[in-house]
Structure formats: structure tokens, C-alpha cells
């Protein structure tokens, strides 16, 4: 029989550490009672007759952190802005072409695919209505979508956010919680995805890819796994950014590293 540890693997690609087993056991107990299991065990074998995907959204759930606020790792974003953008868009104009593809890959509560919305909306300023560009943000968790789409947030999620932008973007609620304008919001697409799936269906590539504090989740077979169909569906020369303290496993050698947590597809 697999350990909650192994299932949580196979299904997720997600690497539960030894000292963090007990907590994610916690959270799973209550799923048990929920769905009439003894064990986790009995708990997924339920997973695949179950036709709405209620067991596996519980688990997910469950098992996934989402902690995130606007502009996190703020140097991205003014590399985007100064030192991506311009060529880009220059080269697209060139080309005919004003369809800009960004794609957030777990995209937790939605701060950071609002932000890249913003950057987008900031550079191309008046011109932004002649193009086809906004966001596709993605995550595994369910509850996390639900957040993001709501676009709620509470005001210490926006501590690095200027005032011009929370003047723009959001109008307020209270002293302290804001909501995404609706300009914005429907320059978002939020949708269910599992970076573990093992061909990523996307149709055209991107310009830019953001996957940020996620790999440091996975072990070395996942990281390889997700950073090999990332290249597969990024566009040459297109932009990728992690984390300042992740990896891309033995897949480097597909990136030149531009600079902390970014690189370009060769």
C-alpha cells in the first residue's frame, strides 16, 4: 500500500518533505470523514470513479499553499517592463502580430497574474485596446481559482503595490480590502491546470511564462518534467521566470540565464 506521501506524488508531482508529512496528514483527515474513507489510501481509489471531481478538488486543496501579493519578487516585473516588453513588442509590430501571450502557471490567488495584467496595461498604455494580450493563469487548486476570480484581497497583499496602481486597478471596499476592477479582471483567464500532466495542451506558444514558487515542491523528475514541456510551449528567445531560489533541474542546458529566476529559451 503507498504512503499518503507517494499518492500525493503520483497525483500531484508534489514532493512532501519528511518534516512536513504530519502537517499534511492533518489536513487530509478531514477528507476522510467527508468521504467515508478509513485511510488516504482508500480515500484515492475513490479518485477515479469519482465523475465530479470532488475528491481529487478536496485533496488538492488540501495539500497546496497559496500565499502570495502583488509585485512578489518585484524586479521581474521591472525587468518586464524595461528590458522585455520593448523588444518584444517592437518585433511583434514588426511582424504584423499585436497577440502578446503570457501564461501565470500556478497562479495560486491570482496577485501575480493581476500584476503581469498590470505591466501589460502600464507599457502598452493607449495602445492597449489594438491588442490581443492579457494573461492565461493556471493552478491545481480549486479554492484558489475561486479567490482569484472573486479578485478580493486584503490591503497588506498590496504593500508593494504604488498608489497610482491601487487608485487604477482596484476600487475599494473598506480601509482594508480591495477588488480588482473589472478593466482588469477580464484581462485574466483563470483556469484548472495540473503541471503533472504529461502533454500541456496549449494550441499557440507564449511569449513569457511565469513559474514562480512552485518547483520547490517537486522533486528532480517533476522539475525536469514541467521545465521540458515549459520550452515545448514557449516561444523562441520567449522569457522564463521561477523563483530566485528554485532550480531548473538538468533541463538548463534548454535556457540561457539572463539574470536571478530568469531565462531565455534558446
Not at 515545448?232 to 529566476?261: C, D, H, M, Q, V
Request: charged fraction near 25%; include cysteine; charge should be positive.
Amino acid at each position: 500500500m503507498q504512503t499518503l506521501e507517494q499518492l500525493i506524488k503520483n497525483y500531484f508531482g508534489i514532493y512532501i518533505r519528511p518534516d512536513k508529512a504530519v502537517t499534511v496528514e492533518e489536513r487530509i483527515r478531514p477528507l476522510l470523514a467527508k468521504h467515508n474513507c478509513i485511510n488516504a489510501h482508500e480515500l484515492f481509489l475513490k479518485v477515479d470513479s469519482d465523475t465530479t471531481h470532488g475528491i481529487i478538488n478536496d485533496i488538492a486543496n488540501a495539500v497546496t499553499t497559496n500565499f502570495t501579493y502583488f509585485n512578489r519578487e518585484e524586479p521581474h516585473f521591472d525587468f518586464l517592463l524595461k528590458n522585455v516588453y520593448p523588444p518584444l513588442v517592437r518585433e511583434l509590430r514588426q511582424k504584423n502580430s499585436l497577440d502578446l501571450r503570457i501564461w501565470c502557471a500556478a497562479c495560486s490567488s491570482g496577485e501575480e497574474a493581476y500584476s503581469l495584467a498590470m505591466t501589460i496595461r502600464d507599457y502598452l498604455d493607449m495602445d492597449y485596446s489594438n491588442w490581443r494580450s492579457g494573461v492565461l493563469a493556471t493552478d491545481l487548486s480549486t479554492t484558489a481559482l475561486e479567490e482569484a476570480i472573486a479578485g478580493i484581497y486584503p490591503s497588506d497583499r498590496m504593500i508593494y503595490l504604488k498608489k497610482d496602481a491601487i487608485k487604477k486597478y482596484f476600487s475599494p471596499i473598506n480601509d482594508y480590502t480591495y477588488k480588482i476592477k473589472a478593466s482588469l479582471a477580464k484581462e485574466v483567464t483563470f483556469r484548472k491546470f495540473n503541471l503533472k500532466t504529461k502533454t500541456y495542451p496549449f494550441k499557440q506558444r507564449f511569449h513569457i511564462i511565469f513559474c514562480r514558487n512552485v518547483m520547490i515542491y517537486f522533486d528532480l523528475e517533476m522539475i525536469n518534467h514541467v521545465v521540458e514541456n515549459i520550452y515545448k510551449n514557449l516561444e523562441t528567445n520567449g522569457y522564463l521566470f521561477i523563483s530566485n531560489t528554485e532550480t531548473l533541474g538538468r533541463k538548463n542546458s534548454l535556457f540561457e540565464y539572463i539574470a536571478p529566476g530568469i531565462y531565455r529559451k534558446k
